[in-house]
């Protein structure tokens, strides 16, 4: 089994940062690209951030500037530094992995549990 366990959500305030931390574990062979999702209520899950396991990134324009993604390849995690922080930014945070797991050739999308972001004063 695979499992992708984020951390690091909470209230904040409007200008405030968090970070995110999402570790993925189990029979792990290779991650490919790693990423974070958002949905706000009554909306549908968008794009936030992803990175590929040699680094390259790519933003939704709503955060680029604001929100950094990088990931720790030893340690099968990806984090995102979210600065500035917005009302907007309220969301459930998803973290995305594409994981080939040991003895099996295809690459799966695995999503974790989701972290409540909450920016209000």
């Known amino acids: 089994q695979v499992q992708l366990v984020e951390s690091g959500g909470g209230l904040v305030q409007p200008g405030g940062s968090l970070t995110l931390s999402c570790a993925a574990s189990?029979?792990?062979?290779?991650?490919?690209?790693m990423g974070w999702y958002r949905q706000a209520p009554g909306k549908q899950r968008d794009l936030v951030a992803t990175?590929?396991?040699?680094?390259?990134?790519n933003y939704a324009d709503s955060v680029n500037g604001r929100f950094a993604i990088s990931r720790d390849n030893a340690k099968n995690t990806v984090y995102l530094q979210m600065n500035s922080l917005k009302p907007e930014d309220t969301a459930v945070y998803y973290c995305?992995?594409?994981?080939?797991?040991?003895?099996?050739?295809?690459?799966?999308?695995?999503w974790g549990q989701g972290t409540q972001v909450t920016v209000s004063s």
């Open positions: 995305n992995a594409r994981i080939t797991r040991v003895g099996n050739a295809f690459v799966y999308d695995y």
């Open positions: 189990g029979r792990i062979s290779s991650i490919d690209d």
């Open positions: 990175i590929s396991r040699q680094g390259s990134t």
